[in-house]
């Protein structure tokens, strides 16, 4: 019997039809293009709000995708609705979104938790979590013929990003892209936001994800998914990757209008 994970948040974060998505996503990439093209991709950073407020910004990243193959994508998260120690693979076989099913490459899972360390397979932080989900339908859109990895992390202290860096190192190649799964501050005004925000736009340009990790351990900058970013910046350089461009910076105001509390957006890219 095989293990599938449902949508969760299909209706909510995305439409739950497949023209509707097809249609939402499709519009998204045609308005929302890079002003570069980007070889021998390895990661991205890409928000996870409802489409609705981040989809023009995550369009951006997923379009530098076009016309690039990748048998295995790892999409790093946080979790938002549970803590728990460590760092969750889900235990299944498959994701699911409306546009169909996306296998999880097993042997890769297996690698990455052989050692019974603090990565492990389970459904901690799988449940109803939407920073994972979000982007599959984008990738679907985008890749032909791939598996995923899904990771959620439980804790983003420096022990467990170190840690997860130094595994994926071990077991990505060139046919392998990483997304990182991030918003960036949450309810501040736009001012407000806009200044904490520059820092981590700042820290990822100048590929110094020490000082990103720094930065977001005092409270200098937030990103809910501040240590998945560093965690791919970090596997980066492990393995000679060290160039990263920022795509788009734009915050829910930009659509809401509502500049009182907003919530900050951010892709980027890393390449080679």
């Known amino acids: 019997m095989k293990n599938v994970r449902e949508p969760a948040v299909a209706g909510m974060f995305y439409p739950s039809s497949v023209k509707k998505l097809k249609d939402e996503i499709q519009l998204l990439l045609d308005a929302y293009k890079p002003e570069e093209k980007f070889q021998n991709i390895f990661g991205i950073v890409s928000p996870h709000a409802g489409y609705a407020y981040s989809g023009k910004t ?55 938790t052989s050692d019974g360390n603090f990565i492990f397979e389970g459904l901690n932080g799988h449940r109803t979590e939407h920073a994972v989900e979000v982007q599959i339908p984008f990738l679907q859109m985008m890749i032909k013929d791939f598996s995923i990895v899904p990771v959620v992390m439980g804790d983003q202290r420096k022990i467990f990003v170190d840690g997860l860096a130094q595994k994926l190192a ?43 990790q720094k930065d977001l351990e005092v409270g200098e900058c937030e990103a809910c998914g501040g240590g998945a970013i560093v965690a791919m910046m970090k596997t980066a350089n492990l393995i000679n990757k060290r160039k990263s461009k920022i795509l788009s910076r734009t915050d829910s105001g930009d659509v809401t209008g509502d500049e009182t509390e907003v919530v900050g957006y951010l892709s980027a890219v890393l390449y080679e």
């Open 170 to 212: 071990e077991v990505v190649d060139e046919e392998t892209l990483i997304i990182a799964s991030s918003d960036l501050s949450h309810f501040y005004s736009k001012t407000e936001a806009d200044k904490l925000d520059s820092i981590v736009e700042k820290r990822i340009a100048n590929f110094d994800y020490d000082g990103l």
């Open 58 to 112: 995550a369009a951006i990243a997923f379009n530098t995708l076009e016309n690039k193959n990748y048998k295995t994508v790892v999409i790093i998260a946080p979790s938002h609705k549970e803590y728990f120690p460590g760092i969750s693979i889900y235990s299944g076989d498959a994701y699911k979104t409306p546009l169909g099913e996306v296998a999880l490459n097993k042997e890769m899972v297996q690698k990455l």
